[in-house]
């Protein structure tokens, strides 16, 4: 009896999922398949590997109550593929299409040894459906933002009926490795649904207000179950605009995020260079600092600058950073360090749980101003000013950077303004228990400008 392949890469979801519809379509019976890509998984293992296996076996668990199986094979897919359809009879391999320049090349290298449907389900709008009227993508958030609200809302693949192989007639099953999960995200459909209702009972309504408050948990906490598809972006869309206050500023705020997730897809699919190098021509030769003593302080959260700190001890530590952070932590290393945004982009990408190649690249290239729809390079954040508006009284700063616990409210932002006599008094001597600035913020402004303006010419 011949048998439908779903191939399973970041889309770990039974329900709302485009690909495997498609594999249920075809009226046979449906393989769930893993390939352990040696390319992925022989670097040392990182969050996102832990996270997708232990997401893995949660989906394992929901085959077995259904009586299937998750069927794991490792090696190059191509490979892998071309022998299973043949020992299978499988009559195609279904799978959610993938914008990354490496998950490209890899299908169009399946596609030629085996019949490979993609369909789409990683975005909300697949990049091709959002263009502008003479058919080229758009380069800027806010027009592609218009255009995205235009289009009629997506639709869910309807649970087409059809089974899963059932167990016992699998070939032989490898074991998934065993991986202790990622701390704060545990990877299960379960907490991914109790995290999304909690999040739109409570939090959407202040979303708009709470967003960028670094000391306040003010957003979803989604990300990792939307990068590895615990969660369906389509589905997400939907319950936000069915929610009676669709039109009330949070629910509004948060589709937009979503939609920036579509664009910085989109942008990928469409300049797949910028994952090499800067989208603006003009900011491909800034002259970047080599600094590896500054970038390591950067990486540990010992910059002297209290909420920079903060927020890299805490992506160190758990794999996640406030959007906020993120925006100030890259604006420091790119604008205040003068170091190259691809060292702060792969340090990201080594420690994100929710570490995704669009987003993350968008990211960065906005936050150095090298990007599409980029802050212009010469608006640089002031750390000491972002985390008095965004950490008012430094809770997100006396959590990370215990040292500075003590300090008054008036002095957390700003730990070298405190007289040498009074650090003692706060357990505190500045240089000893905690670092100087390593680059004085007001003074550096004219080498970064400068440095852009000689890429610019
Ligand atoms: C330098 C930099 C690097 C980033 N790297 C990543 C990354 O690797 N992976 C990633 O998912 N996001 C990345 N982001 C975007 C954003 O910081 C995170 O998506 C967000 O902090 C996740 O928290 P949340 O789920 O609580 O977000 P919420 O505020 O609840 O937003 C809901 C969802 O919308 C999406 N989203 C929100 N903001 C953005 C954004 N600016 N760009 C794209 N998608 C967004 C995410 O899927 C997020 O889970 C980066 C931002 C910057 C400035």
């Known amino acids: 009896m011949p048998v439908a392949i779903w191939w399973i890469r970041r889309d770990v979801r039974l329900t709302d999922n485009f690909a495997l519809q498609a594999a249920r379509k075809t009226g046979y019976p449906v393989v769930p398949v893993f390939i352990r890509d040696s390319r992925l998984m022989a670097n040392s293992v990182n969050r996102r590997q832990r996270f997708l296996v232990n997401a893995l076996k949660d989906l394992q668990a929901q085959l077995r109550q259904e009586g299937s199986d998750l069927l ?28 990354s320049p490496f998950a490209k090349n890899r299908d169009e290298k399946v596609s030629r040894e085996v019949p490979l449907t993609l369909t789409g389900g990683l975005t909300i709008h697949p990049p091709d459906a959002v263009l502008k009227p003479d058919g080229a993508p ?21 649970s087409a009926p059809g089974d899963f192989l059932p167990s016992n007639q699998f070939p032989g099953l490898e074991l998934l490795p065993a991986m202790d999960p990622v701390e704060g995200f545990a990877a299960t459909r379960e907490e991914a649904e109790s995290r999304l209702a909690l999040f739109l009972s409570l939090k959407i309504d202040e979303y708009a207000n709470q967003r960028d408050r670094m000391d306040l948990n003010g957003t979803s906490g989604l990300s990792p179950y939307i990068r590895f598809g615990l969660l369906s972006p389509a589905r997400l869309s939907l319950v936000i605009r069915q929610q009676a206050g669709y039109l009330m500023d949070g629910q509004r705020t948060w589709l937009n995020e979503l939609i920036w997730r579509d664009f910085y897809q989109s942008i990928l699919h469409h300049f797949p260079f910028v994952k090499y190098e ?21 990486k540990d959260g010992l910059t002297g600058y209290p ?15 406030h959007n906020r952070a993120r925006m100030i932590t890259a ?22 749980v929710d570490g995704d190649t669009a987003s993350n690249n968008g990211g960065w290239q906005w936050a150095a101003g090298t990007g599409t729809d980029a802050a212009p390079y010469f608006r640089i954040f002031n750390p000491v000013l972002q985390g008095k508006r965004f950490d008012p009284h430094g809770v997100y700063i006396r959590h990370w950077v215990p040292e500075l616990r003590n300090l008054p409210d008036q002095y957390i932002h700003e730990p ?3 007289p040498p006599l009074e650090q003692v008094s706060f357990g505190l001597v500045i240089g000893r228990d905690y ?3 390593i680059v004085e913020h007001n003074l550096v402004r004219e080498r970064t400008l400068a440095a852009y303006r000689a890429s610019a010419g």
């Open 138 to 158: 758009y380069t800027i958030f806010t027009p592609y933002s218009r255009k995205w609200l235009s289009l009629p809302a997506p639709f869910l693949p309807t």
């Open 72 to 99: 794991v094979r490792s090696g190059e897919p191509s490979d892998v593929l071309s022998t299973l359809v043949r020992e299978m009879s499988a009559v195609g391999v279904y799978a959610e299409k993938d914008f």
């Open 331 to 352: 604006s420091f290393l790119t604008k205040d360090l003068l170091i190259n945004w691809q060292d702060g982009e792969r340090w990201f990408m080594d420690q994100l």
């Open 278 to 298: 800067a989208f603006q021509p003009k900011f491909r030769h800034i002259p970047w600092r080599n600094a590896p003593d500054d970038l390591r302080a950067w």
């Open 435 to 437: 670092p100087h600035p």
């Open 307 to 321: 909420v920079v700190d903060a927020a890299m001890r805490q992506l160190k530590s758990t794999g996640w950073m």
């Open 416 to 418: 070298w303004a405190v």
